[in-house]
């Protein structure tokens, strides 16, 4: 919600999960929502293997919009499809990093690794074998903002999309002119509502901008991949228990789209 002391709801949290379990004696990951973590992606050029870690601290200074100073980064080298070597690079301001550190720091536990979303969750997938060697889109719609992720063979790309669950809900709240805790509600309970129509009219916009985004998204990824078709999209996040929205998305993009 918009107006909570999201710091205290934060902490409670923490202090009910570590009232359940013990975890002195676990090894700690943090992750980090995607929109607070910057990913570049570029071709690297055929060099001995050596010289790829200077090639990408260059890469990396004309390619993170902040003072090396500022961040904290890491990279990986792919090999897409083409037998081209590809990096992908992942940064994340130093500051942000802090505040997110916070609420374990607090708790007294020592976290071994911070990953960003997208890559803990393409990372999980991979591991489950859900994402094998076919190309594949991945849409997780957050909160406030959701991930689009494309895995393609042993490479990936990502990027975040600046709209979510919240998005359908203020938009209820416009134009019912409700608190945001009653279109809450109204959102959840849509399909049993007698005035559905009226609900899903009143969304329709967002899903129109989620649709365009991801298409937009989806046509950057596939300019710069000769030869790559997606037709499937795994769907995830409660976003899509709202009736519909699978159903929008594969019709006005043309793929599978499986929750």
């Known amino acids: 919600q918009p107006d909570v002391d999201r710091e205290a709801l934060v902490n409670e949290a923490m202090k009910k999960f570590l009232d359940q379990h013990d975890l002195s004696k676990e090894m700690i990951v943090v992750g980090v929502p995607g929109q607070h973590t910057l990913a570049r992606f570029s071709k690297l050029p055929p060099v001995d293997k050596k010289k ?5 601290k260059y890469e990396a200074q004309q390619q993170i919009p902040f003072d090396m100073d500022e961040v904290i980064w890491d990279y990986q080298t792919f090999n897409s499809g083409e037998g081209e070597a590809e990096v992908g690079i992942f940064a994340m301001r130093r500051e942000l990093l802090r505040n997110h550190l916070h609420f374990v720091a607090t708790s007294d536990l020592e976290p071994a690794a911070v990953q960003s979303g997208p890559l803990a969750l393409y ?13 594949v889109a991945i849409l997780d719609i957050g909160t406030q903002n959701a991930d689009l992720i494309v895995a393609e063979g042993g490479s990936l790309w990502t990027r975040n999309i600046p709209i979510g669950g919240n998005n359908f809900t203020e938009a209820l709240s416009k134009t019912f002119k409700v608190s945001f805790r009653k279109a809450e509600n109204l959102k959840r309970d849509a399909a049993k509502s007698k005035y559905a129509r009226h609900i899903f009219q009143a969304m329709r916009p967002v899903f129109a901008d989620l649709v365009a985004e ?3 998204s989806i046509g950057f990824f596939t300019s710069s991949r000769r030869g790559v078709r997606l037709t499937k999209l795994l769907a995830m996040g409660a976003a899509f228990k709202l009736p519909g929205l699978q159903k929008f998305l594969q019709q006005n993009l043309g793929m599978d789209v499986i929750r």
């Not at 790829?52 to 990408?56: G, L």
């Not at 990372?123 to 190309?135: A, F, M, R, S």
Request: zero cysteines; glycine letters at 14%; proline letters at 10%.
């Open 52 to 56: 790829i870690p200077d090639i990408v």
């Open 123 to 135: 990372n999980g997938l991979k591991y489950d074998g859900i994402v094998g060697e076919d190309p």
């Open 214 to 216: 991801v298409q937009r």
